[in-house]
């Protein structure tokens, strides 16, 4: 279809799309592992979902299509059936339509590309690669148009727009998915996006999923205000779930209401209207009967507005406090001792052994291990929260293997509120493919990066979504960084990424030689950006140095120091000993370089051991 013939039909009706699909399919079929498999296996029930929205009088059906794309795919070993997927989905949809009573237009559905589990193909150059290779065999079985749905980040909705005007002029319904309080989960509202998509060559700008019809109807002003007589869609969830078990339930939001809904939307502007989560045929009938001989407004500024939510600012963010941070910024050399939480229920043990450390008036704090090579124990912001209780301070690693992002924000606001802790640092984890717990999968809703992200925000009075919290933490941001990594460039280019982000102090992986972090801070241009923590690890014996080296991710021994230990016999551990020794000196007089202290890896977990180093 030309995008002059679109916006034609725009220009004096509206359109009713289609309403839920994934849900609809859910209630014949059970839970799948992936829907858009169904145009395969099952192409009959998606047949039926089209027409039961044609018989209700649904003017576009969307192709059953919203996550078949390489990235989605891969996590159930289908990425090579991207375009059989997207061509059986256009397929089923054109049957559909040749079988309806009344003109019908295809959009062909593109979704978000979902997390990536090797965060080095989250780039931009790649993102628009996955969305063209959908978006060609979308057209290449032709729909009528394209609509970018449910996305949550404006970066990554830019990215699927440029990646369909690299080769096709079909048009482009481009909607954003926003919360209750009118920002997306990467904190555009809607004036935002108005402001970067509108001269990008879509045809419609609007919102669907999250909220149900009133929120839809204040997002839906707040882009009239600034979107003048330019095409708006809205396709709203029918509310908000909840789960039952292994189902998720939708509030039985009546016909009648969206009826009202649409007639409202129209009023404002709104040219495509229809439904997602949870609606269904008879709600999509109402808003057929609802704007039948209705006219969209031609300037939806003079509607009266409806109340939005109100914007939540950022505060200027808070400045560390934590007493770790102001020996940092006092130039003083800071040392931590990183310790594993127990895998029972018991801290008695690890408390003495803590407590002994911090006697020595050696340490300023105990940096607490978060499921190293993905094993199950006691959670590190938890321990940390007792240890503080102790006047401890800890640095705990937090992970975003093991939980989401409202996960996360949760653990991070108690951890911060009632156990009191005031240094964190993000990593993104070990695979559970590591661990001992089978058929365990990480979450990974974000990397490092996104974590850091998090705190940056929660440090300036606003969750993920930009919710205000009515106040800030403080939290002193840590980032790991690895001087030995294979790939150093990338290792770069992810550093460079947490600084931006928010980071305020980075801790290295093990270094055995100090012509390693040399060499790394030469690749950074001589000094690094922010404090850096070196890490040190006393060697005990040949074996443990050779199994480290072997089979640990991110530790390199060089072959000299196995060597010497392999010599030293019996003798192994002091000679390890010294070396960490003469590496704590080689620290402390390194601080033009950026190193601001260290931290320590005890032997075994025999915490008391490590203050041999001072002998």
């Known amino acids: 279809m030309r995008i002059d013939e679109f916006l034609e039909r725009l220009r004096d009706s509206v359109l009713i799309a289609d309403g839920a699909m994934g849900s609809l399919l859910y209630e014949s079929l059970g839970a799948q592992r992936c829907v858009d498999e169904l145009n395969a296996t099952r192409a009959e029930e998606v047949f039926r979902v089209h027409m039961a929205y044609l018989e209700a009088g649904a003017h576009i059906i969307e192709t059953n299509t919203f996550g078949a794309n390489r990235n989605k795919l891969s996590a159930f070993g289908l990425e090579e059936r991207v375009t059989e997927f997207n061509h059986r989905g256009v397929k089923i949809a054109r049957e559909a339509r040749e079988a309806a009573r009344h003109e019908v237009l295809i959009a062909g559905s593109m979704g978000p590309l979902g997390a990536f589990r090797d965060a080095r193909e989250a780039t931009l150059e790649n993102s628009r690669k996955l969305f063209r290779e959908q978006a060609e065999a979308l057209e290449e079985r032709g729909v009528d148009f394209f609509v970018l749905e449910t996305f949550g980040n404006l970066t990554e909705l830019v990215a699927a727009i440029e990646a369909i005007r690299s080769f096709s002029q079909l048009p482009i319904v481009a909607q954003m998915t926003y919360s209750e309080e009118g920002s997306s989960y990467s904190g555009a509202r809607p004036k935002d996006t108005w402001s970067v998509l509108h001269q990008r060559g879509v045809q419609v700008i609007g919102a669907n999923c999250s909220v149900g019809p009133q929120d839809h109807l204040r997002l839906l002003q707040n882009l009239a205000a600034v979107a003048g007589s330019f095409p708006l869609s809205a396709l709203p969830n029918v509310g908000f779930p909840q789960r039952a078990g292994d189902r998720i339930i939708y509030p039985k939001s009546s016909p009648e209401y969206f009826d009202l809904f649409a007639r409202e939307a129209v009023k404002m502007g709104a040219r495509i209207l229809g439904g997602c989560c949870g609606t269904t045929p008879e709600h999509i009938r109402a808003m057929v009967r609802a704007v039948q001989g209705l006219h969209p407004a031609t300037d939806a500024r003079s509607v009266t507005a409806v109340e939005a939510a109100p914007e939540a600012h950022p505060i200027a963010a808070r400045e560390p406090e934590s007493s770790l941070w102001r020996k940092i910024q006092a130039q003083e050399f800071v040392i931590s001792v990183e310790i594993d939480p127990p895998k029972g229920t018991s801290i008695d043990r690890v408390l003495e052994q803590v407590q002994n450390v911090m006697a020595s008036k050696k340490v300023d704090a105990i940096d607490v ?247």
């Not at 320590?600 to 001072?614: A, N, Q, S, V």
């Open 369 to 615: 291990n978060s499921g190293p090579l993905a094993r199950v124990g006691m959670d590190a912001l938890t321990l940390s929260g007792a240890l503080e209780a102790r006047g401890i301070e800890t640095i705990p690693h937090l992970t975003t293997r093991d939980a989401n992002l409202i996960g996360l924000q949760a653990m991070l606001l108690g951890a911060w509120t009632v156990g009191g802790v005031r240094n964190v640092l993000a990593v993104t984890g070990d695979p559970p493919s590591l661990g001992s717990s089978s058929g365990s999968t990480g979450v990974y809703e974000i990397d490092a990066i996104g974590l850091v992200k998090v705190m940056a925000k929660l440090n300036q009075g606003l969750d993920w979504g930009g919710k205000n919290l009515g106040g800030a933490t403080n939290f002193t941001i840590g980032v790991a960084v690895n001087p030995l990594a294979e790939d150093l460039d990338e290792e770069l280019r992810r550093f460079r990424l947490k600084v931006e982000a928010g980071a305020h102090f980075a801790m290295t992986q093990p270094i055995f030689d100090p012509e390693h972090w040399e060499q790394f801070l030469q690749r950074m241009g001589g000094k690094s950006p922010i404090p850096i923590l070196v890490g040190l690890w006393p060697l005990s014996s040949y074996k443990q140095a050779l199994r480290l080296h072997n089979e640990v991710p991110g530790i390199v021994i060089p072959e000299a120091l196995l060597k010497q230990l392999e010599a030293a016999g019996a003798s192994a551990r002091d000679h390890g000993f010294a070396l960490a020794r003469k590496l704590l000196d080689w620290a402390r007089g390194a601080r033009n370089s950026g190193i601001a202290g260290a931290y320590l890896i005890p032997p075994f977990k025999r915490y008391e051991e490590i203050l041999d180093l001072f002998q």
